[in-house]
Structure formats: structure tokens, C-alpha cells
């Protein structure tokens, strides 16, 4: 995302990266945009250069996969292809750019654990093997739409939000989830960055959080999470911007107060709490109106032309959560939006 009081471009990579991994880089991508170039002329994009963005090897939840699909959730556009959701992603942790994919794939996510603390009957940590396996995992096609105006269709493997929330027995005074993502600046790079309020954490209410779309991911298409992508757990809320979808989660904590969020500590007017897909609301830097559908590789090289289709209110999930803002409009108005 771009920030105007801190832009991206502010941080030369090399800032971020050890001067022989940045000088390592340079040379795969100068190889990796070299090939698609001159061999294909319709791709410019480096993913298509390798082919290993997908879960680790020896994934200890490998035979999970594929989990059934659940039919209740699916969207009448094609899916996106594997290979563009894989390598085109945004994981500030490993770096401002989409291509950071092949960096957040150094991160070990084994041994992994979660702590769920905060306003529950008892805190406690637990293994993410023994997490995934005791729930039961499903596949839902969603649509992802960021906020900077691109879209996605993705089918997630996980289980519903509200099983975690069901398990961790919060107490009647939490009113809100707060969660949030490792902190591992050796590893890390992006998190050097000073700036930058890490570790990056996000929030939903309750009911939010209960409601039947929100979902936690462990896998892509049919397959565990690739790390780029938030392994080992990652929360999946499709009506809202990507950003609220946090990756890489460690800890839970149930809370009566609101959490303060990453992004919207950054750039608060830009980058709210709430942050629900609204066409009608623009950031107050571009329109909201529609997006790009990103669907092949085709969509996202240098001279791509994306099909553009109009955003939906609630990213077209408004039956499942109108009901949570009706009664908060008065009091956010138009903060319930960006
Ligand atoms: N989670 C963490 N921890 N760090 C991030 O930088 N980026 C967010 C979100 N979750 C982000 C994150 C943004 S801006 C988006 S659009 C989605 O992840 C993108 O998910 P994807 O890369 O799997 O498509």
C-alpha cells in the first residue's frame, strides 16, 4: 500500500536486505525478467520465471490437503490463477514490493505457536499442528478485494473464525479480537524498517468475528498456505480490504478495548479499523469504484490491461454482514469504509 507521509519508495532495498542477499536478488530478478521478456512477449512477470512458490516440502499438515469445499461459498468469476496469487502478494514484513515471495519463503514456520490470551475463561498456547488438527478444516472460494483497487478470487482451505473463538471461551466483557503477526526482524527484513509500527496487528469485533464469512486460512488451493501467502494462519475476511486479512498470526488476544491497527496507526484517514468494501466511499487518494480483476499472469506484467469490473458493496458479501454496521452508521459514518 502506499503511504504518503512514509512512501515505499523512501527505502532502498538494499536498507532492508543483507548486501549479499540484495546483490543475490538483483541478479535472479534481472534472470527472471530477462526470460519472460524475450521469450514470451505477452508476461513480463517474474513469477512465471520459477515455479517453487508453493508450501513448503515436508509440510507436517500436508496430508490434510485438499479439504472438502464447502458449496455455500463460491463466486461466479474464475478463479485466479495459483501462480499469480502465489507470487503476486503484499507481506510488508519481507518488503514493500509484490514480488517479495521468494524472501518470505526463508521464514521457518515450524515449531509455530499461538497464544490466545487476553479476557478468556484461560490463556494458553497452542501448537499449530495440534490447532489445525483439531478443527475442521473446509475449502471456500472468496473473493479478495484490496485496497488498492485490484481483485482477486481465491480458493481458501481453513476453518471458520468463529471454532477458534468457540475454543478459546472468551469472557462476556471481550469486545474485540486482536491479533497479531510475528515479530523476527533477522528473518524479517521489512521489519528493520523503523517506521513502521511492528508488529503489524489487526482487529475485528466479536460479532465481527462470530459472523459466518470470517475465516482463518491454512492452505490455497488445495495445498497448505505458501508462507508469502500467511502461513501457518492467516484470517480470511472477505467483505472488508485485504489489508484487515492479516498474515502469519502468533497471538489472539480477546479485549474490551479497540485495538489499535497497523495501518490505521500509520495513516489513520486512510486506512481505518473498519474498512468495509464500500464503491461509494473513496480512499481519499483514488476512486473505490471498481477494481482489476487480476485473473493470469497476463493481468499483472508491464503492459497488462486487466479487465476492470465494478466493486460491490461489502465485496458482494452484503447479506452475510450489512446487519453488524446497520446500528454503527450514525456514530462512523463514512469511517466504516476506508
Ligand atoms: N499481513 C501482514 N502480517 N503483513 C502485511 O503486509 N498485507 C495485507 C494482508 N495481510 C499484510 C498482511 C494486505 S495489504 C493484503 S491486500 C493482503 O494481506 C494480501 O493477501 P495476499 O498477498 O495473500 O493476496
Redesign the pocket.
Known sequence: ?WIKRKPDWNLPESAVTSPEAFRQRRQILKTMAAGPLVAAGSTLWPGAARADYGPPDGDPTHDLYPVERNPAFTVERTKTEREV?ATY?????FGSSKTIWPRAQDMEIRPWTVRIDGMVEEERDIDIDDLIRRMALEERIYR?R???AWS?V?PWSGFPLKDLVDLARPLSGAKYLRME?FHDPDVARGQRASWYPWP?VEGLTMAEARNELAFMGTGMYGEPMPQ???SPL?LVAPWK???K????IVRITFTGERPATFWEALAPDEYGFWANVNPRVNHPRWSQASEKVLQSTSDIGIFSRPEEVATQPFNGYGEYVADLYAGLEEEYGDRLYR
Do not use: D, P
Open positions: 500500500m496469487a502478494t503484499n507481506y510488508y514484513e479478495l484490496c485496497v488498492e482477486m481465491i503477526t503489524y508469502q501467502n500467511g492467516r480490504y485485504g489489508f486479512s492479516i498474515k502469519g
